[in-house]
Nanobody
Framework: VQLQASGGGLVQAGGSLRLSCAASGRTFSNYAMGWFRQAPGKEREFVAAINWSGGSTNYADSVKGRFTISRDNAENTVYLQMNSLKPEDTAVYYC??????????????????WGQGTLVTVSS
């Protein structure tokens, strides 16, 4: 699976962004999808994940109520709607695909394919 993330940019605190991740190469609906982020000097951390059908999701506590993950299997795309952004959300955001988990996985261990990342910068 090839993954192409887009939609990052510079936004003021309290603003919104929507990230997209377009998949190609394999049957998209066979994969759970996740978003992770990595801030400078920090480890990559889980943000959100969604199962193959979109019927089950998981979120990091730090983004619950502010971020929403969704997918469109007809368009081979997963989205991350980010609202009420905070400066601490600044990071490179990566999408990833997992063919090994029935439920939306939280750990990087379950993910087989990764996109190139898109930078989100939230100014205070």
């Amino acid at each position: 699976v090839q993954l192409q993330a887009s939609g990052g940019g510079l936004v003021q605190a309290g603003g919104s962004l929507r990230l997209s991740c377009a998949a190609s190469g394999r049957t998209f609906s066979n994969y759970a999808m996740g978003w992770f982020r990595q801030a400078p000097g920090k480890e990559r951390e889980f943000v959100a994940a969604i199962n193959w059908s979109g019927g089950s999701t998981n979120y990091a506590d730090s983004v619950k109520g502010r971020f929403t993950i969704s997918r469109d299997n007809a368009e081979n795309t997963v989205y991350l709607q980010m609202n009420s952004l905070k400066p601490e959300d600044t990071a490179v955001y990566y999408c990833a695909a997992s063919g090994r988990a029935a439920q939306p996985p939280l750990s990087t261990w379950y993910y087989d394919y990764w996109g190139q990342g898109t930078l989100v910068t939230v100014s205070s």
